[in-house]
């Protein structure tokens, strides 16, 4: 197996022999309609994760396979329900000295040294001494940004990869401190402070060894309830930190995710809470487009397939061939311009409607 050059997720197109190592993330024994039993498989690499499907012998693979385990896989790739999938013919588990632990866990596209250098001069702007000396505190913890600076903030849906969680802490940092600046009634000072506390629970709700997974106090307690714990065990190690001030930021970060389905505690009942949830949930949503946008091996080249998390398609863009058309005319030449009547067009509208 070591001299099988290394295949990864994100290079596996339909119709085309599979072979190589992955990560098993998910594994489960299900039965046909026709009683046949069979297995599903989530492989994961570090560009990202596929289906797997085994039909001969499952049973006795179930029982030979264990999650978090590297298997060497061969088989081939196919295309059902518009995603890629792999019907494995042969299966079995790679010995973890023969395993190469980079080729599994993504890794932050930006700088980490340098992401954090931007979290250090934002907390130098907070102004009220209370909340610059617990932001101080928390930044010079070294076990803690250590931590910090390599957690994933999700499992798998945005900024799935190492030093992820703050890359979306900076990201949510720069967004309500340019809010901040439209609204003045806003405590710019608390929405700094809660944006860097509101997911730092997840440095204890996530594992990522081989792959990113959740920890037992993750799965119990959640990234709510542990960084709540984070920040009272720094505001007790503090003298007389203002507990109103302790109090709302323990609110951002209870409800940071807005609602009760949404995984929330509490929704949000100040100004700031909402401005931290929607920064929060627009980087995360803005992540997790970029990533779909960017697998082009699925779907057509404008259109990505459907996305059942956001319910609908997205559209890439035009294709680079395109001519730009004026609907049912000729090809417009690029040096020229086009007058549009808008007169008339409203009224086309009007006539449609």
């Known amino acids: 197996?070591?001299?099988?050059e290394k295949v990864f997720v994100s290079d596996i197109a339909p119709n085309r022999e599979v072979v190589g190592c992955f990560v098993v993330d998910e594994i489960q024994l299900r039965v046909a309609r026709n009683g046949v039993p069979f297995l599903t498989l989530k492989l994961i690499d570090k560009s990202g994760r596929i289906a797997g499907r085994i039909w001969e012998c499952a049973e006795e693979?179930?029982?030979?396979?264990?999650?978090?385990?590297?298997?060497?896989?061969?088989?081939?790739?196919?295309?059902?329900?518009?995603?890629?999938?792999?019907?494995?013919?042969?299966?079995?588990?790679?010995?973890?000295a023969d395993v190469d632990r980079g080729d599994f866990l993504p890794v932050c596209p930006k700088n980490v040294e340098d992401l954090f250098e931007k979290l250090k001069a934002l907390v130098a702007t907070i102004k009220k001494r209370p909340l610059q000396k617990l932001a101080q505190q928390i930044l010079s913890d070294p076990h803690l940004m250590e931590r910090f600076k390599a957690a994933p903030a999700a499992k798998s849906m945005h900024h799935a990869y190492l030093g992820g969680l703050l890359e979306h802490t900076v990201s949510v940092l720069e967004i309500v401190s340019s809010i901040a600046t439209l609204y003045a009634d806003l405590n710019r000072d608390i929405l700094l402070v809660g944006a860097i506390l509101h997911d730092i629970g997840k440095v204890e709700e996530f594992t990522y060894d081989l792959c990113i997974d959740y920890s037992l106090s993750g799965r119990l307690l959640g990234h709510m309830v542990l960084g709540v714990q984070i920040l009272d065990e720094k505001v007790r190690s503090m003298r007389n930190f203002p507990s109103e001030e302790a109090l709302l930021l323990n609110h951002l970060i209870l409800s940071h995710h807005g609602e009760a389905e949404m995984g929330a505690v509490r929704v949000p009942m100040t100004r700031e809470?909402?401005?931290?949830?929607f920064a929060d949930d627009l980087d995360a949503k803005m992540n997790s487009l970029a990533r779909i946008l960017a697998e082009v091996k699925q779907g057509d080249e404008a259109w990505t397939p459907y996305q059942p998390l956001f319910e609908r398609f997205f559209f890439r863009g035009f294709p680079a061939s395109a001519e730009t058309h004026v609907a049912g005319g000729p090809a417009i030449d690029k040096e020229q311009g086009i007058q549009l009547n808008l007169w008339s067009t409203r009224k086309h509208q009007e006539d449609r409607s």
């Open 1 to 4: 197996m070591n001299d099988v």
């Open 273 to 277: 809470a909402f401005v931290l949830h």
């Open 61 to 96: 693979r179930y029982r030979s396979i264990d999650a978090k385990s590297v298997v060497f896989i061969r088989g081939r790739s196919e295309l059902f329900r518009d995603e890629v999938q792999v019907q494995i013919d042969e299966i079995a588990r790679v010995p973890m």
